[in-house]
């Protein structure tokens, strides 16, 4: 198969029932993370409410949902909630395709950021996300939705020190 064997659209309600799925698959490539249990995933009904927002999408191959970027707008921000790709089908560029296409989104509905939790200190994340224009949001204060949002995590098990908020600006 070629590097642009897959296809992007709007998810639907219906889309929300393979989601808990690749969540869990792609949750291997953590598998050294004491603090991710693969088995704690977002409900079909959780995955369901995100998209009747209207700004999530999913990536396929032919059939097959190859993989999938849920976001839920914010004010004058579209926050990512969550964005995994099947380990089947990782490496073909459909992550950043995701990413790229819900800033396209986020830029044409009148967002001004694209925001994101995550491990600040796994080897592929920071430069994954910086090649599409996130940087670390340092001044939390100025973002206490985002500063809520890690201390929900932490809240939920996860820990502090490695975890960090993105924002890629669409200006």
């Known amino acids: 198969m070629g590097a642009r ?6 998810a639907r ?16 490539a953590f598998a ?8 704690r995933t977002r409900s ?3 995955y369901a409410r995100l998209i009747r927002r ?7 191959v032919g059939e097959a949902m190859a ?10 921000e579209l926050h990512i909630w969550e964005m995994d790709v099947a380990p089947a089908f990782q490496r073909r560029g459909i992550g950043a395709g ?19 939790t995550t491990f600040r200190d796994l080897p592929w994340n920071g430069p994954f996300y910086a090649r599409l224009g996130f940087e670390e949001v340092t001044a939390l204060d100025a973002h206490p939705r985002l500063a809520g949002e890690l201390a929900n995590e932490v809240d939920d098990g996860l820990p502090a020190e490695r975890r960090c908020a ?6």
Not at 5 to 10: E, T
Not at 67 to 76: I, T
Request: charged letters at 25%; glycine letters at 4%.
């Open 5 to 10: 064997d897959w296809s992007l659209r709007l």
């Open 13 to 28: 309600e219906a889309d929300a029932a393979a989601m808990p799925a690749i969540e869990r698959a792609a949750a291997v």
């Open 32 to 39: 050294d993370e004491p603090s991710i249990d693969p088995a």
């Open 44 to 46: 079909e009904a959780d």
């Open 54 to 60: 209207g700004h999530s999408l999913v990536a396929h």
């Open 67 to 76: 993989g999938f970027l849920v976001a839920q707008p914010f004010s004058r």
């Open 98 to 116: 995701l990413v790229r296409a819900a800033q396209i989104d986020a830029r044409s509905t009148g967002f001004r950021a694209l925001t994101l």
């Open 166 to 171: 993105l924002i890629c600006f669409l200006d």
